[in-house]
């Protein structure tokens, strides 16, 4: 037995010896096509060169097909691998040694069909290079038409040829109940979300030659069921038939960190719509395989609900004269003002107390920055204030003013130490302490305007002096403090000046002699109605 598998051996070396060049010669390569489709000038089967691997060949789910190309080999026998094709009647041709039919057989069992043949002796069958062949893509898809695909590529990346969507633009177009319509079989059903949740190869074939794909136009509001809240893709998704509640949940790619899987609302209404039923659920159970799933039906609602967590990244950010500035984490809504001062160090020397302030983001429920010129005409639309143009002009200064900054007197609170007027921090909160300048600026109608060094105890009369004096055409009666932080305008009597507040010194504005003689003619014209209009009524009361 062993001389005679010896001489079988011997004699199919000798034939691959003497006829591996004609078979390489009249074997057809496989870039042959797609090469004369390139000379040809034919764009319309919108091909791509080389065509990519998705995963690794399964023996069990490989189709093979014509074009297939296959690396032939005994070990021990021949020195290299014989390269076979599969040819267009769907044949594998072992040379001088017998033929397979090899199409619509899978990889696994054609190989060991071919092992089984030369069992004998120990042969290698490996797949070399799938084949590539046109499919066709119909349907609400961009660009429908034919398409050059591989026997190792799935229906999703044939679509994503055929069909381009710009970023923000609606789907427009079924992602689950895609139309695989395939010769002598019946027409399958493509589920592209549910493979890419639960990853089931039925739901996304692999192309075979001749193969069309229809792709329907979406249709949310005839079939469609709802997941919202903490899960990874909020969305309403296409239903089908046999869904079930885990399975919609892994198709939202599963829960956010926050999620409460122990508490799942499924709403469910009447056929009317006129009434709905809502169960909370604990689903952990179903998706770790536990209990069964539940059966969904058409047009449902599931609302994941989220766990609480106050542990915020919420922060402040304390700037200027304190010892050690930087970003501070708080605790939301329970963090004081004066704690954060506290953690920073405290003030430096040069701190300036009163000039400090609270800056708050002016944000809506959402986190968007508040539109100032909006909140200002919402806030006329029940007015019955603003009734003068002038009223109305102070007003829309005043709004283009507003600002995010919070009340609070650091003077009370850090130097008297009155606890009633400490702040609770918000998030984004800016403490702002400024270098305090130990000037006065004081400017208007002095000789010498510009900063004079701050005198604590002095008055106004000292910081005019010490700017030159009055100019020949000052108002020494209608000079102001302007108070640094509040801009408030102050008579001298009234101000105690602190460092970093400003003087105003206004001109006396002396009009021509024609002003004064106009004020008077006014005055004697309206002197003149007055007592006319008093006699007529004195004659009409006789």
Known sequence: MRRISAIIALAFLILLIVSPAESQVTSPTLSSPLE???????????YILPLPFEEVVSESEYVVGPNDVFNFQIPGVAASFVQLVVSPEGKLVIPNGREFHASGKSLGTLKEEVRKAFKAVESILTLSSPRQF???VLGAVTKPGNYVTSAVLRVDKVLALAIFREPGQ????STRRIILRRKDSEDTMVDLDRFYALRKTEDNPFMREGDIIVVPPLTLDQAGVSVYGAVNAPNQYEFREGDSLGMFLRIAFGFTPNADSTNVELTRFSPDGASSETSVLDVSAILRGET???PLQNKDRIVVREIMDRRGDFRVHVLGEVRFPGIYPITRDSTLLSEVIRRAGGFTEFASLPKAEVERRQVTADG?????????LRNLRMTDQLVTPEERAYYDLESGLRRGTVAVD???LFERRDLSVDLWLRDGDIIFIPHSERMVYVYGQVARPGYVMFKGGADIRFYIEQAGGYGEEAETGGARVIKGKTREW????????EPGDYIWVPKDIRYPTGYYLNLVSQAASFISVVLSMTVIILQLTK
Do not use: M, Y
């Not at 004369?36 to 919108?46: A, Q, Y």
């Not at 102050?490 to 000046?497: K, M, Q, Y």
């Open 36 to 46: 004369k489709l390139f000379e040809s000038g034919n764009r319309s089967l919108g």
């Open 134 to 136: 046109v499919v066709t």
């Open 170 to 173: 609606p789907k427009q177009f």
């Open 292 to 294: 069964e799933d539940i």
């Open 368 to 376: 968007a920055v508040v539109d100032l010129g909006r909140e200002a």
């Open 410 to 412: 650091f003077v009370a």
């Open 490 to 497: 102050l008579s001298p009597s009234d101000a105690t000046i």
